[in-house]
C-alpha cells in the first residue's frame, strides 16, 4: 500500500523569503501523481501545484515549485516570497495512475510572519 | 453555484442518532468524492462516485456508513447509529473527469467540508 510521509508538523518563515516543505512517500508503483494542497481555515483544499511521475522537469506554479526526486521518493514544495495569505496546512498527496483515490500525508502548518 | 457546496457546515449530534451530509457538485462535474479528516490528519478517502454509480466504496469504515447519488449530480453520505469515533470534518470533492482516467487532468475542487460532532 502506498503511503505519505510529512515529517515537519509545522514551519514558519518571515515575509518575502522562501521556505521549504518536505514530502516523502512510498510504493512500488512507477506511474503516478503527486500533488501539494493548501488547507486555509476554511476547510477548503486548494489545489497549489501537480507533479507527473513520467515527467523529469519540476512543476512551477509562480512562486510555488517542487523538487520532484522519483528515486529517492522525495517531494518537496518550495514557496517563493512568502505572503502572509501563504498562511494554511499544506498536505502532499499522491495518486495512482489507474485510480482515483487521493493519499495524504498528515500535513504542515505554515506560519508567515511580517 | 460556483463552487462545491456542502451542507451542513456543523452538525452536532448525539451519539446513537442518523446523520446525513449533503454534497452539491459543480455543475456537469461527473465524479464525486468523500473524504474523512479527523483532527490533527489529512483526509482519507471513503468513496467514489462516477455518475450514479459508486465506483469505489473501499473506504467507508464499516456499515452504518453509506452514501448516494441517484440522479448523477447531489450526492449524500448517511451515517448510522453515530459513534464518538465519527467526529470529524467529512469534505466533498468533484471533478470533470474520473481522475484515475489516462492522463486525465482529474483536478478535485473541494467544498469547505460538514464539521461532525458526535457527543
Known amino acids: 500500500a502506498q503511503t505519505v510521509t510529512q515529517s515537519q508538523p509545522e514551519m514558519s518563515v518571515q515575509e518575502a523569503e522562501t521556505v521549504t516543505l518536505s514530502c516523502t512517500y512510498d510504493t512500488s508503483e512507477s506511474d503516478y501523481y503527486l500533488f501539494w494542497y493548501k488547507q486555509p481555515p476554511s476547510r477548503q483544499m486548494i489545489l497549489v501545484i501537480r507533479q507527473e511521475a513520467y515527467k523529469q522537469q519540476n512543476a512551477t506554479e509562480n512562486r510555488f515549485s517542487v523538487n520532484f526526486q522519483k528515486a529517492a521518493k522525495s517531494f518537496s514544495l518550495k514557496i517563493s516570497d512568502s505572503q502572509l495569505g501563504d498562511a494554511a496546512m499544506y498536505f502532499c498527496a499522491y495518486r495512482s495512475h489507474n485510480t482515483d483515490k487521493l493519499i495524504f500525508g498528515t500535513g504542515t502548518r505554515l506560519q508567515v510572519f511580517p | 453555484g460556483a463552487g462545491v457546496s456542502q451542507t451542513p457546515s456543523n452538525k452536532v449530534t448525539e451519539k446513537g442518532k442518523y446523520v446525513e451530509l449533503r454534497c452539491d457538485p459543480i455543475s456537469g462535474h461527473t465524479a464525486l468524492y468523500w473524504y474523512r479528516q479527523s483532527l490533527g490528519q489529512g483526509p482519507e478517502f471513503l468513496i467514489y462516485f462516477q455518475g450514479t454509480g459508486a465506483a469505489d466504496d473501499s473506504g467507508l469504515p464499516n456499515d452504518r456508513f453509506f452514501a448516494v447519488r441517484p440522479e448523477g449530480s447531489v450526492s449524500t453520505l448517511k451515517i448510522q447509529r453515530t459513534e464518538r469515533g465519527d467526529s470529524a470534518v467529512y469534505l466533498c470533492?468533484?471533478?470533470?473527469?474520473?481522475?484515475?482516467?489516462?492522463?486525465?487532468?482529474?483536478?478535485?475542487?473541494f467544498g469547505e467540508g460538514s464539521r461532525l460532532t458526535v457527543l
Open positions: 470533492a468533484s471533478s470533470l473527469e474520473s481522475g484515475g482516467a489516462p492522463r486525465g487532468t482529474g483536478e478535485l475542487f
